[in-house]
Nanobody
Framework: QVQLVESGGGLVQAGGSLRLSCAASVSIRSINTMGWYRQAPGKQRELVANIGSGGSINYADSVKGRFAISKDNAKNTMYLQMSSLKPEDTAVYYC?????????????WGQGTQVTVSS
């Protein structure tokens, strides 16, 4: 069982920055993919960025050039540095971990952290 705890959300003005953290209860070296997702009111949850165990990174087009995902294996923590924030970035941000098993994929989610960007 993997427990994920997000932190770092809050209220920020447009153009500002925030850094989200996702602390895992296990070594993240063994996790195939970790990612950040977000869900705005009335919208579906969407991928923001993910990072593979080998370091490969993907970003949603809407955040490219503004957000940066990273992880610290020694601290079992993943980060999302968000800059040039826009009101449309307002959402609950979730951390996700995926481990590929011989029989399928295990997925774990954090409880989410609210990010609100005021105009």
């Amino acid at each position: 069982q993997v427990q994920l705890v997000e932190s770092g959300g809050g209220l920020v003005q447009a153009g500002g920055s925030l850094r989200l953290s996702c602390a895992a209860s296990v070594s993240i070296r063994s996790i195939n993919t970790m990612g950040w997702y977000r869900q705005a009111p009335g919208k579906q949850r969407e991928l923001v960025a993910n990072i593979g165990s080998g370091g490969s990174i993907n970003y949603a087009d809407s955040v490219k050039g503004r957000f940066a995902i990273s992880k610290d294996n020694a601290k079992n923590t993943m980060y999302l540095q968000m800059s040039s924030l826009k009101p449309e970035d307002t959402a609950v941000y979730y951390c996700k971990a995926e481990s590929i098993m011989s029989w399928g994929t295990l997925e774990y989610w954090g409880q989410g952290t609210q990010v609100t960007v005021s105009s």
